[in-house]
């Protein structure tokens, strides 16, 4: 059986788990934090989470592991079979993590640890995100999802990015980063009544605050 290791708070995490809930696949969870010991890192060499045990072994890094679950595994298929339009989710879940994600992740600290960032890393995050923003408006077809018709891996990646940079957006630059994007509002009101999403959202509120605790007390220290 495959296990997924990782902690309900990480949105990398969250994305797995959902692609394996959506998938329908039977799985066992290991709740872990990433860590610089040598026995974690034998099964993550970065130290990150999440990962993927299988039968033969650990696989690391989000998007290799979606894919891995696609390649090898049964059930609902989360990229599209023509081969054109698996490259376009691919690419469309490759530019909200390069262009929303990992810009709003440099501000996290600030927006909700309680630490702070410099005003450099803000103003190239802001510009990032609005870039990032229209490069999904002039991409994307959220018709309804975010490459075509069905959910693929494209959403995942949106569903667990976009919030967080909306937070980001209207904390730190008074932005609300889709107010020219309804039908990306619409999407995430269509996945927030799937209920897979609901239990992973459960999972999450659950863990959050012990989560927010422990990181202040980390940036305090």
């Known amino acids: 059986m495959l296990t997924l290791h990782g902690f309900a708070v990480s949105n990398y995490f969250n994305m797995v788990k959902l692609a394996l809930m959506e998938k329908g696949l039977e799985f066992k969870i290991n709740t872990v934090f990433g860590s610089q010991d040598e026995s974690f890192l034998k099964m993550s060499p970065r130290g990150k989470v999440?990962?993927?045990?299988?039968?033969?072994?650990?696989i690391n890094e989000t998007n290799v592991?979606?894919?891995?679950?696609?390649d090898t595994q049964g059930g609902k298929a989360l990229l599209p079979a023509d081969p054109y339009q698996r490259a376009?989710?691919?690419?469309?879940?490759?530019?909200?993590?390069?262009?929303i994600e990992l810009p709003a992740r440099t501000c996290y600290p600030e927006v909700f640890f309680g630490g702070k960032v410099s005003d450099e890393v803000k103003e190239k995050a802001r510009a990032d995100l609005l870039a990032g923003i229209a490069t999904l408006k002039r991409h994307a077809s959220?018709?309804?999802?975010?490459a075509g018709s069905e959910m693929t891996i494209a959403d995942l990646m949106f569903l667990y990015s976009i919030d967080l940079a909306m937070g980001v957006g209207k904390k730190l630059f008074g932005l609300d980063l889709l107010a020219e994007l309804p039908e990306a509002k619409a999407l995430l009101a269509k996945l927030a009544e799937n209920p897979n999403v609901q239990s992973i959202e459960a999972d999450k509120k659950a863990e959050m605050a012990a989560f927010i605790a422990a990181a202040q007390a980390k940036v305090k220290k």
């Open 50 to 58: 999440p990962c993927l045990e299988t039968e033969h072994g650990f």
């Open 65 to 70: 592991i979606l894919e891995y679950l696609e």
């Open 88 to 99: 376009v989710a691919r690419a469309l879940t490759k530019e909200i993590e390069l262009y």
């Open 142 to 146: 959220f018709s309804p999802y975010v």
